[in-house]
């Protein structure tokens, strides 16, 4: 009964929190290695992409709510996603025309890609702010809990509740789907094999006809997608502020690089290596231990490695002994 105990409170702090965070993070960390593996360069402007798509959503979110409009249990912000996405591709396909271009047509070296990318992240943060403020936002709406710690110990007489919120369930279905669809385009699809075929050998794409800008436009709009259903999917887990997603980049390009940078399955894996290794560096072990340990010999400590105020210095270190021991990632992508 004790270790059934220590199982759910494991579950309810440390696995399903984890896996939902691994599952907003390997989201994210898909649209930066699919710019890095197709258009060569780290693009930086990714978390504020990702706050923009966000930030659309919830605006639509509020006017669905206001108008009456809802989807009962679930969230509206679900209603609202394709207009952040569509909003989102716009503001991406508009920036590559008027910045991102003209230095691809100049054959540019990637490190001045990067350069003007910080350049569009800080105007897509000011952009951000200027709208909807720097503040919180609440925006999700619905059904709180899939079940309840209440219902849980009523259920199975425990001591210890299990709490799954929707937004949790939520964020773990999407992202299966997300990255079934996205897995199933990129080896079935034609524009698919294109845009794999352009990653792998561009001036060899060119000469077999495959129009450049074709696949550019296309590769920006699924990275629109996935940057907007990560930061709607983490805004309802959390909630909606403007500089988290600033700060988000660390983890979501730790997850790209852990995995193998410009591997679409290394960003997957690595986006769950960051959550898990955040998660439990920083989770205060006391309450778990508690129920394992003999009669006596419990922990009067709580037990936390680090406070949870340095999560991201976990993703900092995990990326730091990654560039020096396996520069090319735990799947091989391309050497950063």
């Given at each position: 009964?004790?270790?059934?105990?220590?199982?759910?409170?494991?579950?309810?702090?440390?696995?399903?929190?984890?896996?939902?965070?691994?599952?907003?993070?390997?989201?994210?960390?898909?649209?930066v290695?699919?710019?890095?593996?197709?258009?060569?360069?780290?693009n930086?402007?990714?978390?504020?992409?990702?706050?923009?798509?966000t930030?659309?959503?919830?605006?639509?979110?509020?006017?669905?709510?206001?108008?009456?409009?809802?989807?009962?249990?679930?969230?509206?912000a679900?209603?609202?996603?394709?207009?952040?996405?569509?909003?989102?591709?716009?503001?991406?396909?508009?920036?590559?025309?008027?910045?991102?271009?003209?230095?691809?047509?100049?054959?540019?070296?990637?490190?001045?890609?990067?350069?003007?990318?910080?350049?569009?992240?800080?105007?897509?943060?000011?952009?951000?702010?200027f709208?909807?403020?720097?503040?919180?936002?609440?925006?999700?709406?619905?059904?709180r809990?899939?079940?309840?710690?209440?219902?849980?110990?009523?259920?199975t007489?425990?001591?210890?509740?299990?709490?799954?919120?929707?937004?949790?369930?939520?964020?773990?279905?999407?992202?299966?789907?997300?990255?079934?669809?996205?897995?199933?385009?990129?080896?079935?699809?034609?524009?698919?094999?294109?845009m794999?075929?352009f990653?792998?050998?561009?001036?060899?794409?060119?000469?077999?006809?495959?129009?450049?800008?074709?696949?550019?436009?296309?590769?920006?709009?699924?990275?629109?997608?996935?940057?907007?259903?990560?930061?709607?999917?983490?805004?309802?887990?959390?909630?909606?502020?403007p500089?988290?997603?600033?700060?988000?980049?660390?983890p979501?390009?730790?997850?790209?690089?852990?995995?193998?940078?410009g591997?679409?399955l290394?960003?997957?894996?690595g986006?769950?290596?960051?959550?898990?290794?955040?998660?439990?560096?920083?989770?205060?072990?006391?309450?778990?231990?508690t129920?394992?340990?003999?009669?006596?010999l419990?922990?009067?400590?709580?037990?936390?490695?680090?406070?949870?105020?340095?999560?991201?210095?976990?993703?900092?270190?995990?990326?730091?002994?990654?560039?020096?021991?396996?520069?090319?990632?735990?799947?091989?992508?391309?050497?950063?």
């Amino acid at each position: 009964m004790e270790f059934l105990n220590a199982l759910v409170a494991l579950s309810n702090f440390v696995l399903i929190p984890a896996t939902a965070y691994g599952a907003q993070l390997a989201l994210g960390a898909l649209g930066v290695t699919l710019i890095y593996g197709i258009l060569r360069f780290s693009n930086f402007a990714h978390g504020d992409t990702m706050a923009f798509g966000t930030m659309v959503t919830v605006l639509v979110t509020w006017a669905f709510q206001n108008a009456g409009i809802s989807l009962g249990v679930l969230p509206t912000a679900l209603l609202a996603l394709p207009f952040g996405i569509a909003a989102t591709a716009l503001l991406v396909l508009g920036t590559d025309k008027l910045v991102y271009q003209f230095y691809r047509k100049q054959k540019a070296a990637p490190v001045i890609l990067v350069i003007v990318s910080i350049g569009v992240m800080f105007i897509m943060n000011g952009l951000v702010r200027f709208i909807i403020g720097p503040d919180d936002q609440r925006f999700a709406d619905g059904e709180r809990f899939i079940i309840t710690a209440r219902e849980f110990k009523t259920m199975t007489g425990l001591s210890e509740g299990l709490a799954l919120r929707t937004t949790q369930g939520i964020t773990i279905v999407t992202a299966v789907v997300v990255v079934a669809l996205l897995f199933w385009f990129l080896n079935h699809s034609r524009t698919g094999k294109s845009m794999r075929a352009f990653s792998d050998n561009e001036d060899l794409a060119l000469l077999s006809g495959i129009n450049p800008d074709r696949v550019v436009a296309i590769t920006w709009i699924i990275v629109a997608a996935l940057a907007t259903i990560a930061g709607v999917l983490y805004g309802l887990d959390k909630s909606f502020k403007p500089f988290t997603y600033f700060q988000l980049l660390l983890p979501i390009f730790a997850s790209a690089i852990v995995g193998g940078l410009g591997n679409p399955l290394g960003a997957i894996v690595g986006g769950f290596v960051i959550a898990f290794s955040e998660v439990t560096v920083t989770y205060a072990w006391k309450k778990v231990l508690t129920y394992l340990a003999p009669e006596g010999l419990e922990p009067n400590s709580l037990v936390q490695l680090l406070s949870t105020d340095y999560k991201f210095a976990v993703s900092f270190v995990i990326l730091i002994i990654v560039l020096l021991f396996r520069p090319t990632g735990l799947f091989r992508g391309k050497s950063v």
